[in-house]
T-cell receptor
Framework: AQSVTQLGSHVSVSEGALVLLRCNYSSSVPPYLFWYVQYPNQGLQLLLKYTSAATLVKGINGFEAEFKKSETSFHLTKPSAHMSDAAEYFCAVSSEGTGGFKTIFGAGTRLFVKA | EAGVAQSPRYKIIEKRQSVAFWCNPISGHATLYWYQQILGQGPKLLIQFQNNGVVDDSQLPKDRFSAERLKGVDSTLKIQPAKLEDSAVYLC??????????FGQGTRLTVV
């Protein structure tokens, strides 16, 4: 069974400050891990993904995440927040089963960026 | 490459009415997902198709929800009769042979 926990339903940072969004997962098999971003009235857009290659994954818009197996974590970071980063962020875990991959999403973290 | 297309974008209906949503996945994607996203929550998988076969519908309220994917391409999700708690965004996604899913813009359903 898989599950995803995102710590903090809301995170607020100042423009130019470090962004850290936390995600912990559980999976009985080696997982694939994802971060998606959702802007108002839009679908989900992939930020980055971990697929068992490098543990430090770089994504779009300056975001990156590090897979830490010992901590079962996949936290998302960005060195310097921009106003346009304000959105909802979802961590997801996926594993392959009968009929394809099954993906479970966390509850989401809303990022606020203050000027 | 065209993305996942969904229609309508918005729908308002009264409780006990029926509604249908349509999804056209990315060409060649064998797997199609329907997710329900209630305000303030993450997407919850309702049903997953592999080509035109159902591989997971464990969280689909089958007494009122139904979905089909005839010919293994586009799909329709239906709710009949709708309840107030069905108010949500319904997201369609598709994927090929890897786990990365591509999402449509969603259909926002309001049941009054």
């Amino acid at each position: 069974a898989q599950s995803v926990t995102q710590l903090g339903s809301h995170v607020s940072v100042s423009e130019g400050a470090l962004v850290l969004l936390r995600c912990n997962y559980s999976s009985s098999v080696p997982p694939y891990l994802f971060w998606y971003v959702q802007y108002p009235n839009q679908g989900l857009q992939l930020l980055l993904k971990y697929t068992s290659a490098a543990t430090l994954v770089k994504g779009i818009n300056g975001f990156e995440a590090e897979f830490k197996k010992s901590e079962t974590s996949f936290h998302l970071t960005k060195p310097s927040a921009h106003m346009s980063d304000a959105a909802e962020y979802f961590c997801a875990v996926s594993s392959e089963g009968t009929g394809g991959f099954k993906t479970i999403f966390g509850a989401g973290t809303r990022l606020f960026v203050k000027a | 490459e065209a993305g996942v297309a969904q229609s309508p974008r918005y729908k308002i209906i009264e409780k006990r009415q029926s509604v249908a949503f349509w999804c056209n996945p990315i060409s060649g994607h064998a797997t199609l997902y329907w997710y329900q996203q209630i305000l303030g929550q993450g997407p919850k998988l309702l049903i997953q198709f592999q080509n035109n076969g159902v591989v997971d519908d464990s969280q689909l309220p089958k007494d009122r929800f139904s979905a089909e994917r005839l010919k293994g391409v586009d799909s329709t999700l239906k709710i009949q009769p709708a309840k107030l708690e069905d108010s949500a965004v319904y997201l369609c996604a598709s994927s090929s042979l890897d786990p990365e899913a591509f999402f449509g813009q969603g259909t926002r359903l309001t049941v009054v």
